[in-house]
């Protein structure tokens, strides 16, 4: 593999860095969603808001960097693994202190964190599948620095003995791969919006993921409700539809009766959103 001058490294890694960031707030900005912050607003939370989000979304960009750089045409292996997973937990310290102490970003980190990872190891070139791929490796490979704690997450994948976001990363984004990204480009394709094709790519994620976020706070009620709402919308030919803004309006309501918020789901489409633009960086602007 040739190596990039230093100059073209930093200036790729600035890049992945910056496009990251922006899918973080982009996914933020994009409304409506169900039971999230949104640009209309908190959603199902108490302790988040929009402006609260954007602020936690900029103090990752010097995570994303380090990340990126560290990772540079490296192959995956057990020291790339712990460098990783350190930055990781310090850009989550950076996190809460720019938040006040408010989880806003835990899950994108991982999710974002490995991907941005994975561009840099390819050498910053890499389509979607190949950087999943790679990400998959990396997230396979074992941190023994990581804490030994069980997060709202883990304790929800062991409670309900269902898969998470270390699973979903380690079979290289499934959800990503099979379901947001092909639905992203064809609502595109069949001429709807940009919010809408997003929007449809987040249902399509939320047709299947066991969101622990939403088991954390509904239990298999709230869960179902997300699924079975988000495939109504999609059969009724999405967001772009107006059957399908109806079924998203209900299942909007649905849940923020239920107190539940899909923040997994949302995690993956800034994921989702992030791929999309490394195959097509013209979006990115």
């Given at each position: 593999m040739k190596l990039l001058p230093r100059i073209q490294v930093e200036g790729g890694a600035e890049?992945?860095?910056?496009?990251?960031?922006?899918?973080?707030i982009d996914e933020a900005r994009l409304s409506p969603k169900p039971g999230l912050v949104d640009s209309r607003g908190n959603g199902a939370h108490h302790d988040l808001s929009l402006?609260?989000?954007?602020?936690?979304?900029?103090?990752?960009t010097p995570t994303f960097q380090a990340l990126a750089l560290q990772s540079w045409q490296r192959p995956a292996d057990i020291a790339l693994r712990?460098?990783?997973?350190?930055?990781?937990?310090?850009g989550e310290q950076q996190m809460m202190a720019a938040t006040g102490g408010v989880n806003t970003h835990?899950?994108?980190?991982?999710?974002?964190?490995?991907?941005?990872?994975?561009?840099?190891?390819?050498?910053?070139?890499?389509?979607?599948?190949?950087?999943?791929?790679?990400?998959?490796?990396?997230?396979?490979?074992?941190?023994?620095?990581?804490?030994?704690?069980?997060?709202?997450?883990?304790?929800?994948?062991?409670?309900?003995?269902?898969?998470?976001a270390r699973e979903e990363a380690q079979q290289a984004f499934p959800h990503i791969?099979?379901?947001?990204?092909?639905?992203?480009?064809?609502?595109?394709?069949?001429?709807?919006?940009?919010?809408?094709?997003?929007?449809?790519?987040?249902?399509?994620?939320?047709?299947?993921?066991?969101?622990?976020?939403?088991?954390?706070?509904a239990g298999m009620a709230?869960?179902?409700?997300?699924?079975?709402?988000?495939?109504?919308?999609?059969?009724?030919?999405?967001?772009?539809?107006?059957?399908?803004q109806r079924i998203l309006a209900v299942l909007d309501k649905q849940m923020l009766l239920l107190n539940a918020s899909p923040g997994g789901a949302a995690d993956l489409l800034a994921a989702t959103l992030f791929l999309d633009r490394i195959e097509t960086p013209y979006l990115a602007n």
């Open positions: 890049w992945l860095a910056r496009t990251a960031t922006q899918c973080l402006a609260l989000m954007e602020r936690s979304a900029h103090s990752l712990q460098t990783v997973g350190r930055l990781g937990r310090e835990r899950g994108a980190i991982w999710a974002l964190g490995l991907l941005v990872s994975a561009v840099a190891m390819l050498g910053g070139n890499g389509k979607a599948r190949a950087v999943a791929d790679t990400a998959a490796q990396l997230a396979k490979l074992p941190d023994d620095a990581a804490p030994k704690v069980f997060s709202k997450g883990l304790r929800a994948t062991h409670r309900y003995r269902v898969p998470g791969m099979q379901r947001a990204l092909p639905q992203l480009r064809l609502s595109r394709l069949n001429g709807g919006t940009e919010a809408h094709a997003r929007l449809d790519a987040l249902m399509a994620i939320m047709t299947s993921l066991t969101d622990t976020c939403v088991l954390s706070r709230g869960l179902d409700a997300m699924q079975s709402g988000a495939r109504a919308v999609l059969a009724a030919g999405g967001t772009a539809h107006p059957e399908g």
